[in-house]
């Protein structure tokens, strides 16, 4: 597995940007991936965050096993974290936010507070935030670094928001984080093979969620040797072809990362919670 080196300028610049908000924070709205509880959070290398009250936010929780995101928010809970777990893109599970925050902040309603929303690209802040505050104001779309500056975003309570853009580990000492990174599409497609994503996918998918990986294909994966035959049969099935009929391994693998994107495969974690 490659061992990537992935910080692009902007990175490092939000990186700068985040650490000099950081100090006027109130608290931090760090928002994670529920499908990856694990290769999403990566806040702590900004020594700052350690020092601020903070709330978890398992987002997109409408693409993940359900079981395994109610696992994941029991498990940061009892470590004494605050945890919310919330589609942003059709805003729920946010009800009761600024209670909690003002419960976390043990504030009565005068004060005013700051909260800096902080992720890995393509997570959810800016679409968290305009749930927030109930308009479209923070720029969103479905591609990593969207939002490249910093701003403000006053809410009708008395909390406004930091829209960051998403920063992630400088280095990927552990290859099975960049590759869920890449595989949730949080990092750019052109950074990792496609092919040996998918294939990555595949395994998990027999592994855990075989019936709804073979629903959504309409194939039988049990007569398939490997990961490769599986990948091989789905592009036969869906005419993933080039000349001659073979088969295009690049398109197969792009329809099933697709498709575990949008949820087509099911609601489907990559990392589970070990007290799950
Ligand atoms: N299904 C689903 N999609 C979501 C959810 N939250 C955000 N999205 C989608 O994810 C994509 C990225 O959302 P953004 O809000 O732009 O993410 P961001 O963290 O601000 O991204 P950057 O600014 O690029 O770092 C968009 O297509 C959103 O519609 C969610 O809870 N569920
Ligand atoms: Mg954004």
Not at 57 to 70: G, I, M, Q, R
Not at 134 to 139: G, H, L
Not at 154 to 166: A, M
Not at 258 to 272: C, D, N, Q, W, Y
Request: proline share 3%; glycine share 6%.
């Amino acid at each position: 597995m490659q061992n990537i080196q992935w910080f692009p300028g902007h990175m490092a610049k939000a990186k700068r940007l985040i650490s000099e908000k950081l100090r006027l924070a109130d608290l931090i709205v760090e928002i994670i991936d529920a499908r990856i509880p694990v290769s999403s959070r990566n806040l702590d290398i900004l020594s700052e965050i350690k020092k601020k009250p903070r709330i978890i936010v398992l987002n997109k929780c409408d693409l993940a096993d359900s079981t395994a995101t109610n696992d994941w928010a029991l498990s940061l809970g009892s470590k004494g974290d605050t945890v919310f777990f919330s589609d942003c893109k059709l805003g729920r599970g946010l009800d009761g936010f600024t209670t909690a925050v003002r419960k976390l902040m043990a504030t009565d309603n005068k004060k005013r507070m700051r909260a800096v929303v902080c992720g890995i690209p393509n997570v959810g802040k800016s679409s968290f935030i305009n749930k927030m505050i109930k308009k479209r104001k923070a720029k969103v779309e479905n591609k990593p670094a969207v939002t490249r500056g910093v701003g403000w975003f006053r809410t009708k309570y008395d909390i406004d928001f930091l829209d960051t853009p998403g920063v992630l580990w400088p280095k990927f000492e552990d290859p099975d984080i960049g590759r869920n990174l890449a595989i949730v599409g949080s990092i750019r497609h052109n950074v990792f093979d496609s092919e040996m994503l998918a294939l990555c996918l595949i395994e998990i998918l027999i592994k855990h969620y075989k019936i709804p990986f073979e629903k959504r294909f309409n194939v039988d994966f049990s007569a398939c040797l490997d990961a490769s035959e599986v990948l091989l049969t789905i592009g036969k099935k869906r005419g993933a072809l080039m000349s001659g009929g073979v088969i295009n391994k690049k398109r197969a693998a792009d329809i099933i990362l697709e498709e575990f994107r949008s949820a087509k495969v099911g609601r489907i974690t990559l990392e589970k919670c070990n007290n799950g």
